[in-house]
T-cell receptor, first 115, second 115 residues
Framework: AQSVTQLGSHVSVSEGALVLLRCNYS??????LFWYVQYPNQGLQLLLK??????LVKGINGFEAEFKKSETSFHLTKPSAHMSDAAEYFC?????????????FGTGTRLTIIP | NAGVTQTPKFQVLKTGQSMTLQCAQD?????MSWYRQDPGMGLRLIHY???????DQGEVPNGYNVSRSTTEDFPLRLLSAAPSQTSVYFC??????????????FGEGSWLTVV
């Protein structure tokens, strides 16, 4: 079964610094990959998704992620952190295997922005 | 979260009580699913449905029941509530689980406390 691993349950960066949130997937076939953001006491918002077009995917709010098959990774980055980026971020995956298409989430990374 | 409606938003139950979380969508989506979110564990799939009359178990189905009598509705039933079911529940829907060209919509969540 497919799964994703998010390294680091908590990440702190200074305002204006690079944001890097890590996600690795385990799947024999490159899956569909997603990043979602959740602000406190709110639902989930899609940041970006990879569906096998360009390996560098640009999303909302200045975030982007690069699919690297050789590293089985889909890390989320933003060049310059803003206070409003403080939230919890979830990497998620859908397998391409027929009959196993389920959206599976990682355990999440809470991003704190230091003023 | 456009088009996916969850009710109630907040609920307190006593151990052993039963209740139903409602989920409705007006987008004619075939695929619907229920997740629970717990600290440090991300979102875990409870049950899902690929169309009216078809349901299947996810990762954590025990203690929950679902049915899909119409395309629009996908209620989640707690048969005999336990404190371990205290969680935030999210309903999601999409036209198809294949994300190419499709968007997965999430409801705003239902906060459930079992005492």
């Amino acid at each position: 079964a497919q799964s994703v691993t998010q390294l680091g349950s908590h990440v702190s960066v200074s305002e204006g610094a690079l944001v890097l949130l890590r996600c690795n997937y385990s799947s024999s076939v490159p899956p569909y990959l997603f990043w979602y953001v959740q602000y406190p006491n709110q639902g989930l918002q899609l940041l970006l998704k990879y569906t096998s077009a360009a390996t560098l995917v640009k999303g909302i709010n200045g975030f982007e992620a690069e699919f690297k098959k050789s590293e089985t990774s889909f890390h989320l980055t933003k060049p310059s952190a803003h206070m409003s980026d403080a939230a919890e971020y979830f990497c998620a995956v859908i397998s391409r295997a027929v009959g196993n298409e389920k959206l599976t989430f990682g355990t999440g990374t809470r991003l704190t922005i230091i003023p | 979260n456009a088009g996916v409606t969850q009710t109630p938003k907040f609920q307190v139950l006593k151990t052993g009580q039963s209740m139903t979380l409602q989920c409705a969508q007006d987008m004619n989506h075939e695929y619907m699913s229920w997740y629970r979110q717990d600290p440090g564990m991300g979102l875990r799939l409870i049950h899902y449905s690929v169309g009216a009359g078809i349901t299947d178990q996810g990762e954590v189905p025990n203690g929950y029941n679902v049915s899909r009598s119409t395309t629009e509705d996908f209620p989640l039933r707690l048969l005999s509530a336990a404190p371990s079911q205290t969680s935030v529940y999210f309903c999601a829907s999409s036209y198809s689980i294949n994300p190419s060209g499709n968007t997965i919509y999430f409801g705003e969540g239902s906060w459930l406390t079992v005492v």
